[in-house]
């Protein structure tokens, strides 16, 4: 099986832009999570598909967003890019949709903000 | 609110040896899951090995073992037989809700050859 694949894997934008990231899940995993890696905060949740639906948000503004597609497949959108966002954007997938399924981490996009 | 707390940023093992990298969790809740996550320098994280609060036995994998206390609210993971590959950001996460996972900070294990 293929694993989790997100794209692009490094971005730079500038400061009041907004960038749109993906992720595909491992095929028939149903639950796509999403989290902000830097070195500061560490791993940050940002918010957790299932079945299209939003199920779980961490505390970010508003200004992360996100949707998941029929095929499981999901996009995060940052609008209005500030410098604290640039960050290793973590996507992961899991099988289960209950609590304590694993998740496979996608491989990261970075995202650099200048 | 569940926090995860790795008090050490940083250790050192020598090739072969056993380390035990240390974890603390907050929670009201009963019914939970731990994890630990291994982060290499690719940044590819993978699960190491994974605890149901429910279950009293301590979770092995292989090289890899938990002391899980319950009442503690603790979760260390010891390495046996320390091995270069090792190397690697060590993340501890708890997981109650559905999926959604609270990551511990990280410690960075160093593994001397």
């Known amino acids: 099986k293929a694993g989790v694949t997100q794209t692009p894997r490094y971005l730079i934008k500038t400061r009041g832009q907004q960038v749109t990231l993906s992720c595909s899940p491992i095929?028939?995993?149903?639950?796509v999570s999403w989290y902000q890696q830097t070195p500061g905060q560490g791993l940050q949740f940002l918010f957790e598909?299932?079945?299209?639906?939003?199920?779980n948000k961490g505390n970010f503004p508003g200004r992360f967003s996100g949707r998941q597609f029929s095929n499981s497949r999901s996009e995060m959108n940052v609008s209005t890019l500030e410098l604290g966002d640039s960050a290793l954007y973590l996507c992961?997938?899991?099988?289960?949709?209950?609590?304590?399924?694993?998740?496979?981490f996608g491989p990261g996009t970075r995202l650099t903000v200048t | 609110a569940q926090t995860v707390t790795q008090s050490q940023p940083e250790m050192s093992v020598q090739e072969a040896e056993t380390v035990t990298l240390s974890c603390t969790y907050d929670?009201?809740?009963?019914?939970?899951?731990l994890f630990w996550y291994k982060q290499p320098p690719s940044r590819q994280m993978i699960l190491v090995i994974r605890?149901?609060?429910?279950?009293?036995q301590n979770a092995t994998e292989n090289r890899f073992s938990v002391n899980f206390q319950k009442a503690a609210k603790s979760f260390s993971l010891k390495i046996s037989d320390s091995q270069l590959g090792d190397a690697a950001m060590y993340f501890c996460?708890?997981?109650?809700?559905?999926?959604?996972?609270?990551f511990g900070s990280g410690t960075k294990l160093n593994v001397k050859p």
């Open positions: 992961a997938s899991s099988g289960g949709p209950g609590q304590g399924s694993e998740q496979y």
């Open positions: 095929s028939g995993h149903r639950s």
């Open positions: 598909y299932f079945s299209e639906t939003q199920r």
């Open positions: 929670t009201s809740e009963s019914d939970y899951y």
């Open positions: 605890q149901e609060a429910y279950k009293q």
């Open positions: 996460a708890y997981s109650s809700n559905f999926n959604k996972f609270y």
